[in-house]
Each structure stands twice: as structure tokens, then as C-alpha cells.
């Protein structure tokens, strides 16, 4: 949650979820309806940036994949640290992949707190009919912890503008709810910065003598 | 999408494909590197770059094009019809350059603006610009850091200047530099990422010294230096800075710096090793990476390494960070196929690249740039591959256990329980004798060894086992019947032992040039 001189917010996401739900896909797809000049192919789907114009905020996304095999699951917190936002993502249908969701979710909130806006993503409603995971127990377990939930096909490019929107707009709300509280906490670690020796002694970056 | 590459030698207005063959193989050995594209012809299917190579002057020149389905029937077509760019070799083998090759787009956008640029083509001598690319702002924020470092333009006499106060001894920025390096030199604290906190505060913290108070003529300098801008260039000082503490602050404590992270990560280190050990029989798939996904051919894995040896040798974290996303570059070119490529086949591909690649410091180097780069880089493109790096070693160290808490520190334990291991030619352990010549004392190291391996693994498992910052200075010895033969880098330790089984025979890790007289009781401890 870093602001560049510009003026522009960066916004660090994630995306969670097990392997094969189509976390990739999704970010391609979103990222490819921007620059579908280019030949998608020569991306590296593994992050990428994008960058968003709301509410006259300048804001730019760093999205973060994440390998979803099972064998990976612990790396976990070393690519969530410090994220704004995480979108998880299962296959509607695959329960197990629905069941993964929880588990992310149950890390997140322990890790994270509230600090995290939570995305949750039904991927693959291109194949409605084999859904597996039910339309009310996803949204009701959405609405328990506190997350959104959306329907995406990456394939018919469905829901995937507009859950990355939501998502910025959520995390540009705490952004600005929390900066206050981030002023007072940054005044006070400069205070503490005067005090400690030797070597930080020039290192207050706002020192005006 | 295919590309096709040729390789050409001679004037670039005659020579056609014939000559072409046969001047290929002296190409390849010039410059391994072009193993790479090598391979592609040989039909691997990893050419998904076009490069067309040509020697247009007595110097050696790279012509790189994207044009499709060059037949190479003459060069006029190649120079005329399509976007090219040429580069030095050394340009070439620049891991700015070589990100260009992993993203065909932004190769084409080069070479187009090259083009465009240059009406008189085939005179045209171009510098290889930065991959320009929209959906890598951070990647850009690297170069720009970087930017601000090069030799030329308004950020050279800022840094310049900057370099000069550091080294007048009268200035306060340079007094707070040599105490800061002084009182970290002096300092107990062994843990190295409060080292490493402590430097980046410090840097950061001369940098605004400098910017926001200025130091003689420092601000005049700028402001000079801001005069000459034209209208549409700016002086990054936080960058032009950046490249100056790297250079004051970076390099001086970089040995320290170094024992540092190889005593506290000793145990991580060790385990890495023996995980890469396992990890070389290991096949692609165990590793997890997909049926569907290719690994890089052993050509690639030696220009990857390559960047991996960049990496480990460069003195500052940005040169550091530049050649591990070129080495990842590189990997992501090889493998690209017509899928899109998301982490689920990145993570695996990279674990078992730093497995081929034998990057025992993998983590020790990660760490050092985590913690040295600007917290501001590490959100980006930067940090992502970063992590990915960290990722992989969690990965690959996941092959061997954890060593419980009874083994926590078994280099420096009694030689008394894994030494039987030693012998035989099948062993998984063999022990060294290590001389510390600051302390006058001999320990005897468990070194993990797969079988077959190379007195050269050993000794690079040694020096990070003994944190010798140094190890081209250092050699395996066999020591037997009191004579002391020096082992070749290519020597198998195991094999040597199996030959002089039964005698009284021991391996000992020393500096090439020591000159020690061992005790008897060292030679006979085991045989």
C-alpha cells in the first residue's frame, strides 16, 4: 500500500486457490480485455500490473499468482505478506477446490485480520451444469466471513471486469479509512526514531534541522 | 507461432543461407550462449524468438529480428522488410537485453522504434533500450533506479559528486558513513537481517541527508545539473543515490555482510545442499512440475546459470535483482509454449532450475536483496520474482527433512557419531577435516555427498559450511601417509577414498597456499 510521487495508489493481490480452478486464466483474462491489441501469449501470467482510474484515484494493481498444487500450500504467507486484497478462487465444479476457499479464508483472517479485502470467486459458470458446489452455500459462506462473492467465467469472460473493480473499490475505501490512523502511527515511529543511536541518528527521514 | 532463426556470418549485403551452415558451428563455440538458439534449429521447438545473427563488420555484431518465416535467401530482404536491431555481443548478453527476449512484443516494439529511428538501417549501431513494456511499471521502477547509475549523462556528475563527499573525509556524510561501517564492523549483533535494517535505514537516510540538507556544494551541483535538463527529462536523484550507497555503504560491509548470512543460515544452507543433491536425480515431475510443461534444456540451464553466477558475483542488490529476472527471463522464454504460463508452472520450473543450476546460496542471496533493495521495489515485479525464488527453495528444502533440534548445530559437534559414515564409496556423508587457521584448530565437517559427486560440490558445500567468503583460494586435499595431494575440481572424493580404503586416509578443506603440519591423531581419528 505503498503511494508513488504521482499520486498513485498501489495495491498489492493475491490470488489463492487450487491448482487447475483457473486462477491464471482469470488474470489473463482480465488484464487481456485491456491490451487485446497484444499478443497474450508473450504475457507471463504470474504477475502482473494494471492500472485503474476510480473515483478520479489514480491506482495501480499488482497482482500476484500463486501456484495452487496442494504440495505448495505452505509458501503461502510469504506471498500474501503485505497484500491489500485476496481473490479466491475455485471451480464450481469441484467441491474440494471449494473447500480449499475455506481453508485461505480461515488463514487469512488469522494472519491478516480484517487488514485483507476478501474476494470470493465461483470460476468456470460456463459449465453450470455440472455444478457441484451449491449456489446458496457458497453465498451464505461468503456473506459469514465477510467477503464478496462473484461468478466468473474466464472462458466467457464473465464477472471478471467487474470483481476486479469491486475489489479496488473496496480496497481504496480502507486505504482511505486507514490512512488516518497511518499518519498518527507514522508521526509516532519518528519520535522513536530521534532516540535511538549512533547509526539511525541521520536516518528521521523527515528531519528539517 | 514459430519464429525462425538463422545464423549468418560475412558482409551483410551478400551472404546468403550457404555460407550461413557452415560457419554456424564457430559461432556456437565463440559464444555458448548461442547454444540456446542452437538447440531451436535442432528442431526443440524452444525458438520462439526470432534472432537472426549477423557479422556485418569485422566486429561482431547481433542482428535481431522478429521478422516470421525469414527464409534468409538474402539479407537485403531481412534488412529492408523487416524491424531489426542490432547489438553488440556484449549488449547482447546484458540481462536488460536478454529480458527483451522473453516478451516477443516488446522486442518487436524496440526494434520498431529502432527502426523508425534509424533511416540509414544498415549503419544503424543501437544501444539496446529497456524492454518498454505497459504491464510492468515496476520492472520499469528497477531500470529507473538503475538508470540513474549509468556512466553518462546528468546523473553522472551528481554521482560523481556524491562519491567525491563521501571521500573527503571533512564532510559529515562521509564521517556518518565510515562510522556507520565502523559500528557495524565493531557490532556483536550476528543476526543479519537487523544488519541488513540497519543498512537500508542508513542508506535511505543519507539519501534524504543529502537531498533535503545538501552537503557543500551538493545542492549547487543539482541545481547545475537541473539547468541542463531538456524539457522533457528529470533528474532521478533517488535513483542517482541509491547506486552511490550501494557503492559506499554496500560494498565495504559486503564480507561481513556475507559471514553473516552464512553463520545464521548455515543450517538452511546445509539442508539446500543436500536437498539439491537429492533434487539432481530427482525428474521434473517429482518436483511438481506438469506433464504438459517443459523444463529448460540443458542449454538454457547453462545460460541460466550464467545469471545465477551474475548474480551471486555483483556487489549490489540491484545488479543482484537485475540478473536473477534475467535468469528467469531466460527460463520463461525456454519454456513458453503456446499456453499462457501462470505459477502453478513457474514455482516448479524454477525449483528444479536452482536444483540443475546448483544454486547452494540461493536463499543467502535472496535474503541479502530482500533486505538491501528499496521496500518500494519489493512490491513489484522485483519482489514477486524474488518470492518466487524464496518459493522455490522452500520447495526444494522440503525434499529433506528438518533436522530436529539434537542435530542443530552439527558442523562444530564431536566427530563422534556420523563418522563410520565416511567410508565406501556409496556414502551419503563423507568427513573433513577443516583447519581454521584464525584459531588454530582443526574440526572435522560431515559434508551430505551423493555418490559421484565432485570434489568441486564438496567444496563449495565447505566453503558456505565454514563461511569462507573466498573458495577459489581453497582446495580438497587427500591426506594420507603424511602427503598431501591436491584434488581436481572433477576428482569424485569417493571414488579416491574407495581406492586408498584401508589406508590411513582423510579429506581435509584448506586454503590452497596454507602450509600446515597436521597432528597424527587428525590422519588416524578415522580411516
Redesign the interface.
Known sequence: M?T?PGGTN?F?VV?LGE??VG???L??RY?EDK?ND??????????????LNIKGKRI?L?I??????E??H??GP??YR?SNGAILVYDITDEDSFGKVKNWVKELKKMLGSDIVLIIAGNKVDLEHERTVPLEEAESYANMVGAKHYYTSAKLNQGVEELFLDLTREMLEKYEQNSQTEVNRTSQVLVVDDETP???S???????? | MMWFKKLFRGKCEKRTEDTAGSSKDEWINKFDYLNIFKEAEDGCSIATEALEVVQTEPREIYALTTIRNFRGDTLDEFVCESEWVLVTPDQFSEPRFQRHLTRTDTLTALCKTVADSNLNKKRAEIIAKSPNCHCHETAGRVRALRGGRSTRGAGAAIRAYALHLAQDKSTTFAQNIDNFIACTLDSKETCPQVMMRNMRQFMSGMKNYLVKHGEREFEKEVEKERLKLKPTEFLNLDAILEGVMHRVVVVPLRARLYARLAAWHARDVRRLHAALERAAHATPLQLGVKETTKVPSSAVLAVISKHFLKMQEADSPLDKLENLLAAISVMFNAIRGERSLGADDLLPVLAWTVARCRLVCAELEAELMAGLLPPALLAGEGGYYLTALFSAVAVLKRLVPEPGADTATPWRRGSSDSGRAGAGAGAAVVRVVLPDECRGNIRHVPVPCRPGARARDLCRALAHAAHITNPQDYALFALHDGHETMLNENDCPQEVMSEKSGQNFTLAYRRIDAKIAWPQQALLSYP
Open positions: 505503498t508513488a498501489n498489492k490470488l491448482g487447475c486462477k491464471t486464466s488474470l489473463l488484464i491490451f497484444k499478443h497474450l501469449t508473450t504475457l507471463q501470467a504470474t504477475f502482473l500490473n494494471k492500472r495501480n499488482s500476484w499468482d500463486t501456484a495452487g498444487q504440495k505448495f505452505a509458501l510469504i506471498y503485505n549512533v547509526q539511525s541521520c536516518c528521521s527521514g523527515t528531519k528539517s534541522n
